[in-house]
């Protein structure tokens, strides 16, 4: 099982990495034998927001072999929602993939299509841009209607448990959600 | 004003880089004027338990020149606690600077003396060895006690946010906070 985190430079930093440690978890804790978490640019290294650089480890084209995948917010989706070399890469099918995206994100898959007059939400500014793109803006922390959509950076959870129960059931995303969640 | 992050090889990836980005919000939300991050390790770079490499920006000594500092978490933290070239790094002194941990890291704070009668958190798991090196071990997300420590993954943003609010008031903490918290 392939899961993809699409990122591009200046992507936001918490919204690739609070993912990607969730994510990981399925393999590190042995709860699935064939999981993958693949690192999707067409360049070798992205550099986030914050400063840090990250290698990729899949072309954007991975994204179609990806049973679950997260599009990665961050300035530069402005820039690719009109880059159709970008967007030419993605021929995604959310009724046999589990497709996600945070913030900004969501604008990406507005162009690709996939949020025509369905339910999603991103941060407050982007609303408009969603809506000119065919999506049903919703003010919420998390939305699902086909595909998911999370707003604001610490939501980002929400999307990487519904990734894994969507693909390996709802005991193991509680077996990664109890080894984060704050103690109480 | 520094604000050190220390790691090591296997830390837990989100352990590190939540606090990473609420830290560095300060900065790239123009909130402070000479703000700045920095990585300690003494080795060039750093694997996350997931698998991504960080590069350090300064030597573990640095922490003793940092307003803020934070201690990661990760498997290494058992045997880093009976590590004197390790431990002899840190001259600490938390009535100027303000110190955290996550996880287990607070046993590293433990271990240079610095929970000695005072209350503090880590993994249940953990709660034995924090209360043999002379803390009193509580079962909380977040505690303070003259030093910070938080308990499970997902509470690394009460440890970012605290260490802003010290350094930098309430205002300052509270309009990263907002910059990142799920959409009501």
């Not at 699409?6 to 969730?22: G, N, S």
């Given at each position: 099982m392939n899961v993809g985190l699409v990122i591009f430079d200046q992507f936001t930093d918490i919204d690739f990495f609070l993912p990607w440690d969730l994510l990981n978890r399925v393999r590190l804790l042995g709860l699935s034998k064939d999981w993958k978490v693949e690192i999707l640019a067409d360049q070798k290294n992205c550099l986030s927001a914050a400063g840090l650089e990250v290698k990729s480890t899949?072309?954007?084209?991975f994204a179609n072999e990806c049973q679950g995948l997260l599009f990665c917010s961050g300035q530069k989706t402005r820039a690719l929602l009109k880059d159709q070399i970008f967007l030419s890469n993605f021929k995604l099918d959310p009724s046999v993939q589990a497709i996600a995206a945070i913030d900004s994100g969501a604008l990406i898959l507005a162009a690709l299509g996939l949020l025509k007059n369905r339910k999603a939400t991103t941060y407050p500014s982007a609303f408009e841009t969603l809506k000119e793109l065919g999506a049903e803006p919703m003010r919420a922390a998390f939305v699902e209607d086909t595909v998911a959509t999370a707003a604001q950076?610490?939501?980002?959870d929400k999307l990487a448990l519904w990734i894994i129960e969507r693909l390996c059931g709802q005991s193991v995303a509680e077996r990664v959600f109890n080894s984060v969640k704050p103690l109480v």
């Amino acid at each position: 099982m392939n899961v993809g985190l699409v990122i591009f430079d200046q992507f936001t930093d918490i919204d690739f990495f609070l993912p990607w440690d969730l994510l990981n978890r399925v393999r590190l804790l042995g709860l699935s034998k064939d999981w993958k978490v693949e690192i999707l640019a067409d360049q070798k290294n992205c550099l986030s927001a914050a400063g840090l650089e990250v290698k990729s480890t899949k072309p954007y084209s991975f994204a179609n072999e990806c049973q679950g995948l997260l599009f990665c917010s961050g300035q530069k989706t402005r820039a690719l929602l009109k880059d159709q070399i970008f967007l030419s890469n993605f021929k995604l099918d959310p009724s046999v993939q589990a497709i996600a995206a945070i913030d900004s994100g969501a604008l990406i898959l507005a162009a690709l299509g996939l949020l025509k007059n369905r339910k999603a939400t991103t941060y407050p500014s982007a609303f408009e841009t969603l809506k000119e793109l065919g999506a049903e803006p919703m003010r919420a922390a998390f939305v699902e209607d086909t595909v998911a959509t999370a707003a604001q950076c610490l939501s980002g959870d929400k999307l990487a448990l519904w990734i894994i129960e969507r693909l390996c059931g709802q005991s193991v995303a509680e077996r990664v959600f109890n080894s984060v969640k704050p103690l109480v």
